[in-house]
């Protein structure tokens, strides 16, 4: 019995849904630390297609506590449209639970991420618009509304209107929009605690009672590193801190309890939104890459940028992360190309050559990527279950990757089917 954290390495869209989906079959509990949902998490379970964006990866697979964490911002309209969605289906979510610690997200949340986006113009961060930063404001602040206020009327009534008093000051002087009404949102949110009563928890006791009865506990986190807001390309990351650090205080576990880090990367680099992207590929490969990986956000439908994937900032991810165990997704979508470029290097103006990840967007826009290029491989790796039957060139481009790391690849994923998988190390 262990623990597993799975983070994503790049910015976002890895597959981290998936690889939660796998391991979450034996997982006694899955949990969701950080993030809201503007997280975009896809499963495939056969022909069934399951687009995830708040509820944990594992929801589907686990048969033990699935557990939305303190960490994690949460909007209840869209938590009971994924449930609903997924009753619809014939599956049951009565092991769907979440922190009591965990914040709310409130309609002025949303409204405040929609309006500043539409003034800053050309300087928008590119947002999902769903409330997710003004609600960790509000959190950081101290003056959030966490899920077990909605189970008392009165206490919520006063936050509203405390928070009120100021948002809609703001609404009508600073962006010349209406006012919100207190009775339309102290109603509705009212209802929410109700229906939410039985699956509000105080979930720090239950996951660490679980770490020390052996069970095995499977930690879920959204975006990824270059999105966090401390290490990522600042200020275009989102607002909580998707690193394996962040479990911690996501969930509420000391940092002696997580054993197996886990870090997923594609074997190429996409981004969704603005901010800084050195192998961005603006050309027909950029195009084909995103064509033949299907790459648009599950979350907002946008199309994803696309390049070649970068080493310097994955194994800065991996170094911040203390990664122990390596996911490669999307290995099947470079089976396209006869010649492949890694990211192995940074050019500085001054001609330097550095493999060290800039603290500033400012000094990376300035950097030239230096390439190695690796044979490519012609031929079809979607229902490869072996390492040893991959193509030679795609082992070589393997292996050249945990070369450069320092980590071993546990899994690498060639298709989206929970099957399409070949385990090349083993888990403690």
Known sequence: MSTYVVVGLQWGDEGKGKITDVLAEKSDYVVR??????????VYAGEDKFVLHLLPSGVLQCK?????????????????NEIEAIEKRGLSTDHVFISSRAHIIMPYHILLDT???????????????????????????????????????EVLKTKIKENL?????????????????????????VDYGKRLKNRIIDSEYDINHAIKDQKNVLFEGAQALMLDIDFGTYPYVTSS????????????????????????????????GNGAFPTELENKTGELIRKIGNEYGASTGRPRRCGWLDLVA???????????????????????FEKIK??????????????????????????????KELEGWNEN????????????????????????????????????????????????
């Open 64 to 80: 033990g506590k699935c557990i939305i964490g303190n960490g994690v911002v949460v909007n209840p309209e869209a938590f009971f």
């Open 33 to 42: 630390y950080q993030g809201g949902n503007n997280a975009g998490h896809t």
């Open 381 to 428: 790796i979607s229902d490869v279950k072996s390492f040893e039957n991959l193509p030679d060139s795609a082992k070589k481009y393997l292996q050249f990757i945990e070369e450069y790391l320092g980590v071993d690849i546990y899994l690498v994923s060639v298709g989206p089917e929970r099957s399409q998988n070949i385990i090349k190390s083993t888990l403690n």
């Open 314 to 336: 994955l194994r800065y991810s991996c170094m911040i992360n203390g990664i122990t165990h390596l996911v490669i997704t999307k290995l099947d979508v470079l089976s396209n």
């Open 241 to 272: 801190s998707p690193t394996t650090g962040g479990t911690t205080v996501g969930a509420g576990v000391p940092p002696t309890s997580l054993k197996n880090l886990i870090g997923v990367s594609k074997a190429y680099c996409t981004r969704v």
């Open 115 to 153: 309006y500043r986006e539409e003034i800053a113009g050309n300087s928008q961060i590119g947002t999902t618009k769903r409330g997710i930063g003004p609600c960790y404001e509000d959190k950081v602040a101290r003056i959030g509304i966490r899920a077990i206020d909605l189970l008392n009327p």
């Open 165 to 189: 008093a100021v948002k809609n000051v703001l609404f009508e002087k600073l962006f010349s929009k209406k006012p919100l009404f207190f009775e339309d949102i102290y109603e509705k949110y």
């Open 342 to 371: 890694v990211g192995i290097a940074y050019q500085t103006p001054e001609g330097n050559s550095t493999e060290v990840f800039p603290s500033t967007i400012e000094e990376l826009s300035t950097y030239e990527v230096i390439y």
